[in-house]
């Protein structure tokens, strides 16, 4: 099966499904104009990987924001990976951020609707001080 990939923009998220080297991860934002259509192409590839899916698939969701729109076909997403499931055995692995409240509950209300095993996974982003660390206070 080919991979899907669609790269980042300031509005969209990375994709990347790729069976042959088993990544299958969206990571970013997510505020695309129009969700439904944005996400069209990745659910599409998700049907058809439900009949040909690995033996087991780990789905990485790293993002940092999304809106409304993009939450309901995350929820999508996410009800056909249960499916995928049924199948072959399934981990998604929801990475958020340690000080973002909003995307932990919303991580916990996932693993509530689905039966996939979920695996919520904390994180740490580096602080705005720690890059400044990088400039030579000398040079200044």
Same mark, same amino acid.
């Given at each position: 099966m080919k991979p899907l990939i669609i790269k980042a923009t300031e509005d969209t998220p990375e994709i990347i499904f790729d069976p042959e080297n088993k990544i299958f991860q969206i990571s970013n934002v997510s505020l695309p104009e129009n969700a439904i259509e944005f996400y069209a192409p990745v659910i599409d590839w998700l049907k058809k990987y439900r009949d040909e899916a690995l033996p087991y698939t780990y789905f990485d969701f790293n993002?940092?924001? !999304?809106?409304?729109?993009?939450?309901?076909?995350?929820? $999508?997403?996410?009800?056909?990976?249960?499916?995928?499931?049924?199948?072959?055995?399934?981990?998604?692995?929801?990475?958020?951020?340690?000080?973002?409240?909003?995307?932990?509950?919303?991580?916990?209300?996932?693993?509530? !609707?689905?039966?996939?095993?979920?695996?919520?996974?904390?994180? $740490?982003?580096?602080?705005?001080?720690?890059?400044?660390?990088?400039?030579?206070?000398?040079?200044?």
């Open positions: 993002i940092e924001y !999304l809106n409304t729109a993009s939450l309901k076909q995350i929820f $999508e997403l996410i009800f056909l990976i249960d499916k995928i499931n049924e199948k072959s055995g399934v981990t998604i692995r929801w990475h958020y951020d340690k000080i973002d409240e909003d995307m932990h509950s919303l991580g916990i209300r996932f693993t509530h !609707l689905v039966k996939v095993k979920f695996e919520l996974v904390e994180y $740490e982003k580096a602080s705005q001080e720690d890059d400044d660390d990088d400039f030579d206070d000398d040079f200044f």
